[in-house]
């Protein structure tokens, strides 16, 4: 996957992190416990977050908070519990989630009569709240998220990407009518988005879920489909229209202006931890991790490279040259460590996909030069020392600009229109999206599955930025007409 | 408990609040969901907290937060579920714990042998968890905090004060000798204190816990302590050297510079959502809320005094206000609602204990003036709309300030120093703290609560603010000799 594998392959031997190419599964595990992002924990399915994999959910939580409150949104909390009966009350969901459930029968001493489930997600105990809430359309809307964790049970986990526990906001509204709501709705899907694209430097596509890929008690759901280096997808947000269906099971009404008695329209939208595996999986090479400069927790390392008799005078001068970065609003560390080589840090901070590491060496001060290393490949360059500050923020948003053209490439490479199912399978088994007329039908999507492990993900919306040409033509799979008026993204997911 | 109680009885009828003379448990529920804070939820012990309490608690975990990190600490995320077994290796831990523990015996559709509980405190999680990460001397400190909710099956609940589920911080280090982990739990204590002062404007009594009720499995707990208007304290943060009990129960052990193996002297330490509770007990009066003006999600409301001809533009005049006031870092709300009458909105807005009121009506406009209105009880003040902007931060500062010294005086007129026991148990049921010499005997305690309710809230340290001084005397309840070397502090407790 990368031209000059060889050599990459014996530069990773010797920092132990299996190539991508070699097996891609591993290499992720690998990356996200030797970058000290997370760790297996003595829970089933659950993880632990380690303080650099924190630091960078904390960024995230930092933008989209702000992000909702610009956009009028209120933070609440909710009970991790959930009432086992709330769950069955709008039937797909029960559907969807029972199998997934976390079961409380127990609380202090008392068996319970009827057990709690610790929340998979959380509109029947929201909807129960609003039922108490709602009076008039005067109430409306409501605006409301919460970050939290959920719980679904999964067999095969994988850190970020699929946890018993996992990590989310979760935004939950109720609207007078269905225009506002679906407005709400295609808000949030572009809201995401805009963060994916122009914070995380993720190129994904807008579009709406088939209907056999819906959110459980949905009317419509819509996401945005991100592709990895190994070719599969990861839904990285979704936004979905409920329409009345849990207002209806939960009695959310109000009175309109006119004096009728209606049921609210209700949202729900997410973006969760596993949005970590997609920076992970799109960024990252051989040497590790690479942070989308935006959201790293560190954005420049500075290494002060001194010998034994003047290295706390190079970690003064280093912690100096930190201050002017951070006076530049850049966030910086000071790679202090004392008993490791230099070359073992430039290998630490490589494989943690710091954007950009810079040497500073008792010659170079003199000289009043610094090495500076971005962590987009690029040679090492030596700097003028001011010209290095007054430069880094400029030279952090064209690592931004170079990630997300890499990745925006590589996923145009790798999806492919496709009209027959022969070349469809084919595309798919050597780790490509196919853009493929389908008919619509739920049991042709369910056949294309069993036979290739590959899943419609999106059709995309008119105003997505990829793939959003329309065209009518005949089912890939069964030849009947295309539904949906342009050609659907398929592949095999995480 | 205040002088004009006729004439607030009254007032307080009219918003339909229960005067706190009346009945103070009455007006702490009523206030708290009149004010919006909290709701009741069909989770046995458990509340929502609504968008205002939520504002409010976001604002206390952001000072937290940074206050943290400015100090070296990390964060992390653990998982909330914690093997039942774990628990039961600290044998003080778990006969703390066992009778408050929420158990699940089900993920998914398989029942499991080892049951899981919802972490009550994620002491031994961590500990084992350091287990795998500690090596040498080198990898410490560990010093590390988690946000996030913890489970404690409560009987009688009450927002805030005593949920099943509530939210908290909870800190936990890893040192390599007692000294260093000795001054971080100081360290916390004196950070918790810093808070409530500075920020919250909540006096507090930094002490150490007596043995009978120190945290389960700890060596010594510290506690910062508050008097509620109605005399009773509530214990506000706690900061614990647990010294190497939970480090040997999960093997926290590492190499020192001298090639011996030590286990690690840990810390753990917190302040939860409990905190509210206090700030609504010390601060509210008969109208409701009074939140302090450095935390409160709203420190200016503008109500825009219109008739229907030109409300609009009053509206639009209050944003213009509202704009300048939030150039000098004020948090400022307009009330835009036009369905109710300005009486209701100055009424609404002291319930929820906005610290000033301006209202905007077109002859003040005309001539350039404001009517400010502090929630303090001072009268309104027509000012200069120039002046009430400048001057709004130093405003905010002396009602923070009139707070303080309001409830520092209450807190100090209410603890009385008290020699005999009969005293003893008339100044207690009167509604203050005592401070007493006391025998330091665990089953004296305990006659005495049995005898009173009240407990020992704790031993004043030398360089706490308050009730510091030194001395000898007799066991108020035995007479044998006093320990400690000081009194110490007796209360009823929330």
Redesign the interface.
């Known amino acids: 996957m990368t031209k000059d594998g060889g050599k990459q392959d014996k530069k990773a031997q010797q920092y132990g992190v299996t190539p991508q190419s070699v097996d891609f599964n591993d290499w992720y595990n690998e990356v996200v416990k030797k970058a000290d992002l997370a ?1 297996n ?4 399915g ?6 650099y ?3 960078l ?2 960024n995230i939580q930092r933008w989209l908070d702000d992000k909702f409150k610009a956009t009028g949104h ?10 086992m009966g ?1 769950i069955t009350k709008e039937a797909d969901h029960v559907e969807g989630f029972a ?12 068996e319970l009569a009827e057990p ?1 489930v ?1 929340r998979p997600t959380s509109e029947t ?1 929201i909807g ?2 609003w039922s ?2 709602l009076n008039s359309y ?1 109430d409306l809307p409501f605006l ?1 998220y ?1 970050w ?2 959920v ?1 679904r ?1 999964e067999l095969r986990t994988k850190a970020f990407l699929r946890t ?2 996992f ?1 989310w906001h979760e935004g939950h509204t109720a609207h007078a009518d269905e225009g506002e709501a679906r407005g709400e709705v295609r808000q949030m899907l572009d809201i995401y988005h805009e963060f994916c694209r122009d914070v995380l430097a993720l190129p994904v596509v807008r579009g709406e879920k088939t209907a056999s890929e819906r959110f459980a008690g949905a009317v419509a759901t819509y996401s945005i489909e991100g592709m990895m280096r190994d070719g599969k997808a990861l839904q990285s947000g979704t936004s979905h229209y409920l329409g009345q269906n849990f207002s209806k099971a939960f009695d959310v009404k109000f009175q309109t202006r006119e004096q009728r008695e209606e049921f609210a329209h209700t949202t729900s939208w997410a973006i969760s931890s596993r949005i970590i595996g997609a920076i992970i999986m799109t960024h990252g090479d051989d040497f590790g991790l690479i942070m989308p400069p935006r959201i790293a927790p560190i954005q420049v390392v500075v290494i002060p490279v001194g010998r034994k008799d003047n290295f706390d005078q190079m970690v003064e001068e280093g912690e100096k040259l930190a201050a002017e970065l951070r006076a530049q609003g850049v966030r910086v560390k000071v790679d202090k460590r004392d ?1 490791v080589t230099n070359g073992f840090k430039y290998n630490d901070w490589e494989l943690k996909g710091v954007p950009v590491r810079i040497e500073l060496g008792p010659r170079d001060l003199e000289s009043g030069v610094v090495v500076v290393k971005s962590r987009n490949g690029d040679e090492k360059e030596t700097l003028p020392r001011a010209e290095a500050v007054s430069g880094m923020t400029a030279r952090l948003d064209g690592i931004h600009d170079w990630l997300l053209s890499r990745a925006t490439s590589f996923m145009l490479e790798h999806t492919i229109p496709v009209d027959d199912f022969e070349t469809f399978a084919a595309k798919i088994e050597e780790g490509n999206w196919v853009r493929a007329y389908h008919c619509g039908d739920a049991d042709c999507e369910k056949s294309i599955k069993e036979a290739t492990k590959a899943t419609t993900r999106n059709v995309p919306l008119d105003d997505a930025e990829f793939f959003n040409d329309h065209g009518e033509g005949q089912c890939v799979k069964c030849g009947k007409p295309s539904a949906y008026g342009k050609r659907v993204i398929f592949g095999r997911q995480y």
């Open positions: 760790d924990s003595p829970v089933a659950a993880m632990v977050v380690r303080p994999g924190s630091a959910w904390e209120e933070s609440l909390i909710f009970p991790t519990l959930i009432p709330f199998p997934e459930l976390f079961t409380v029968n127990k609380i202090g001493t008392e709690y610790m105990i129960h709240m108490g809430w005067r409301h919460q939290g964790s719980f049970a018993s526990e990590f008993g």
